[in-house]
T-cell receptor, first 115, second 112 residues
Framework: DAKTTQPPSMDCAEGRAANLPCNHSTISGNEYVYWYRQIHSQGPQYIIHGLKNNETNEMASLIITEDRKSSTLILPHATLRDTAVYYCIVRVAVGSNFGNEKLTFGTGTRLTIIP | NAGVTQTPKFQVLKTGQSMTLQCAQDMNHEYMSWYRQDPGMGLRLIHYSVGAGITDQGEVPNGYNVSRSTTEDFPLRLLSAAPSQTSVYFC???????????FGNGTRLTVT
């Protein structure tokens, strides 16, 4: 499995865009990049994922570099409710339905939105 | 759909006691997994399963057993609880690989 590296903490002003980086320099061609967040002690919540193209949904945008060695999660207009720990992971899918499912999370980035 | 349901929400055990943490999902997900989270740390994978009858070890499997007799349920067993197993435990499930994980709300376990 590819490992990911994230900064331990970041601050962002309320209403501004929050840009969270993730390095995955050993990512393989069939590995997806996933982002999750964990608010307080709740179970992590899925945000977005992508393979090589940039992706956008109602929560965030995901920008993946052309060499796929890093990505950035963008929360376009951060609110206080976006204060959370954000995890970037990679997940491989090989074979028919099952891949290497040993999904490991790092310690993530603690994002604090400042009023 | 109820999603991923974990029971109990809280549990206190004495050293040496055994117990089973329950996890059930009603989304017909093939993949299920257990994580533990200690204060200030990320999630560490304990065991996972890619389908009924199939289980495998994660990063920190020692002291824990699992089985997957049905698609819906993936219980985690502590045979002889130790204080080092004090943690918050999360169960997760998804469709086949490359699908988002759905997490339960966690079980907070204290071993004294």
């Amino acid at each position: 499995d590819a490992k990911t590296t994230q900064p331990p903490s970041m601050d962002c002003a309320e209403g501004r865009a929050a840009n969270l980086p993730c390095n995955h320099s050993t990512i393989s061609g069939n590995e997806y990049v996933y982002w999750y967040r964990q608010i307080h002690s709740q179970g992590p919540q899925y945000i977005i994922h992508g393979l090589k193209n940039n992706e956008t949904n109602e929560m965030a945008s995901l920008i993946i570099t052309e060499d796929r060695k890093s990505s950035t999660l963008i929360l376009p207009h951060a609110t206080l409710r976006d204060t959370a720990v954000y995890y970037c992971i990679v997940r491989v899918a090989v074979g028919s339905n099952f891949g290497n499912e040993k999904l490991t999370f790092g310690t993530g980035t603690r994002l604090t939105i400042i009023p | 759909n109820a999603g991923v349901t974990q029971t109990p929400k809280f549990q206190v055990l004495k050293t040496g006691q055994s117990m089973t943490l329950q996890c059930a999902q009603d989304m017909n997900h093939e993949y299920m997994s257990w994580y533990r989270q200690d204060p200030g740390m990320g999630l560490r994978l304990i065991h996972y399963s890619v389908g009924a009858g199939i289980t495998d070890q994660g990063e920190v499997p020692n002291g824990y057993n699992v089985s997957r007799s049905t698609t819906e349920d993936f219980p985690l067993r502590l045979l002889s609880a130790a204080p080092s197993q004090t943690s918050v435990y999360f169960c997760a499930s998804s469709y086949h690989g490359s699908s988002p994980l759905h997490f339960g709300n966690g079980t907070r376990l204290t071993v004294t």
